[in-house]
């Protein structure tokens, strides 16, 4: 959903700049020019900060709790902000500063309250970050060594380990400060009323959208013949002794999970997978396989691997059916059908969804796209997904797309048929109509006063010594409360 919003009241900038920026996963440039652009341009802001001229190679810059911020941290941000294509032009040394100095006391706390991380998720993201840097055009490893003035690779994976590490506990502190936050109506309509009515947002123009989705049905035989191929690949381990990581590696159609040999961590307290995945997985002993049992996404076996109290290590590997060229042609030549027939008049978008359309989610509302943000079923068009957008752009109300050819993450094939239902052009905001979108913006900023106060509390709680050299920075919140104590 994207706002357009003049003169709002006020919101602390420090503390958007904290939420936008909060979870960084370590992330590297792709280039030794733009590794050079942004150091050049953060000495340059360094040098404006530093008093009476020094220059520091590297030093304390800052000690929020058990944490420290270094002057070199702020360099790294930079590199990292500029990589994802975030203009560094106009966020200051001392900008940045402040948003480090609040990540390190969310982490702070997070270990202060026992939020703990998987360590084996970390390090498996950091193995993914390294591969994609090496992937990257004029890559090297010796070049990440180098900027990172690393002597190894084990020296750099620890390095980006607590990296990663402390951003993800910052990012779960957050989450857990907001997580329950909610906004009564009558708050949601103190909200709105307390908007100018000069300044209330103006919401740009919305579509509706409906689809109908036929996908091409597996045959038995197809089924039968992965689950025969997914028991044979466990009586090779249990008999033979086979490596189930191999075998995940080499066969397991779960492109997400294969380079890591099939292996995920999953948490009895966090929903993550299917139910069917987690209930066979929480079912299971240690060096146990399961089964093959199935998903949406096709067929499993699961190997459990160590229980460690609410978390269990599996592998699993994953087949999907072949779809036979008869299925594939069956299934279009039936939305091509469905999609004569509502153009005849025969009958209308709405009901063929109900009886034709494959996909749950959608066919039971006439196959109207449901917006996941605002949970209605307008979709603003600035923030359609492109793909999406360029399948309905040239579309006239009610008018039908032509049959499309498409796939996600469970279906390799499918096809479907569009239409755009109704039509919102660019307004400003109104109560009654645009409820939902107001209760966001209301909720939003509930959720930042909340941040806020939190962090005021915390700074006054937690030891904080920030260097001379950065004194001079004006922040949002009381960094500096030791002047004044």
């Given at each position: 959903?994207?706002?357009r919003i003049n003169n709002l009241k006020s919101i602390n900038k420090t503390m958007v700049l904290a939420l936008i920026f909060s979870v960084f996963a370590i992330h590297v440039?792709?280039?030794?020019e733009i590794i050079e652009d942004v150091v050049d341009t953060s000495k340059k802001q360094r040098d404006t900060t530093n008093t009476g001229g020094r220059k520091k190679v590297d030093g304390v810059a800052a000690v929020v709790g058990d944490f420290v911020v270094l002057d070199s941290d702020i360099d790294k941000e930079y590199i990292q902000l500029q990589a994802r294509g975030v203009s560094i032009k106009d966020i200051s040394r001392c900008q940045l500063f402040g948003k480090l100095l609040e990540d390190k006391l969310y982490a702070h706390h997070a270990?202060?309250?026992?939020?703990?991380?998987?360590?084996?998720?970390?390090?498996?993201?950091?193995?993914?970050?390294?591969?994609?840097?090496?992937e990257e055009k004029g890559g090297s490893m010796a070049e990440l060594l180098e900027f990172y003035n690393k002597d190894s690779e084990q020296s750099l994976r620890e390095e980006m380990f607590e990296i990663n590490k402390n951003n993800k506990l910052a990012g779960d502190m957050q989450r857990k400060i907001v997580e329950d936050v909610e906004v009564t109506p009558e708050e949601v309509r103190e909200y709105y009323n307390s908007i100018p009515k000069d300044s209330l947002p103006i919401f740009g123009t919305e579509l509706k959208v409906a689809q109908i989705i036929v996908i091409p049905e597996v045959t038995e035989e197809a089924k039968q013949n992965v689950i025969e191929k997914l028991k044979e690949y466990k009586a090779d381990v249990i008999e033979n002794g086979a490596s189930f990581t191999t075998k995940a590696v080499f066969y397991s159609d779960d492109t997400a999970a294969r380079s890591k040999g099939g292996a995920y961590t999953l948490n009895r307290k966090r929903p993550q997978m299917v139910k069917e995945f987690r209930d066979v997985a929480f079912s299971l002993q240690e060096g146990e396989i399961s089964e093959p049992f199935e998903t949406d996404f096709g067929y499993h076996i699961i190997l459990l691997e160590k229980i460690r109290g609410q978390e269990y290590d599996i592998?699993?590997?994953l087949l999907r059916p072949e779809i036979t060229e008869a299925s594939i042609l069956e299934a279009k030549e039936e939305i091509t059908n469905v999609k004569e027939r509502i153009e005849s008049g025969d009958l209308t978008f709405s009901d063929a969804a109900r009886e034709f359309s494959d996909e749950k989610e959608t066919k039971f509302e006439g196959?109207?796209?449901i917006n996941p943000y605002t949970q209605d079923s307008s979709l603003e068009l600035t923030k359609m997904d492109?793909?999406?957008?360029g399948q309905i752009q040239d579309l006239k109300d009610g008018e039908i797309s032509l049959v499309l050819q498409d796939q996600d993450r469970v279906n390799p094939i499918k096809f479907k048929i569009l239409t755009v239902t109704d039509r919102i052009n660019e307004h400003v905001a109104d109560f009654a109509r645009d409820y939902l979108k107001i209760k966001a913006l209301a909720l939003q900023e509930k959720q930042f006063k909340a941040i806020e106060t939190w962090q005021e509390e915390k700074i006054f709680d937690t030891y904080v010594k920030i260097n001379a050299d950065y004194k001079g920075c004006e922040f949002k919140s009381n960094w500096l409360k030791t002047e004044k104590e």
């Open positions: 959903m994207q706002l440039t792709t280039s030794q270990i202060q309250d026992s939020i703990t991380v998987n360590e084996l998720e970390i390090r498996s993201n950091i193995e993914q970050q390294i591969s994609a840097f090496l592998r699993h590997i196959g109207q796209l492109p793909e999406l957008y």
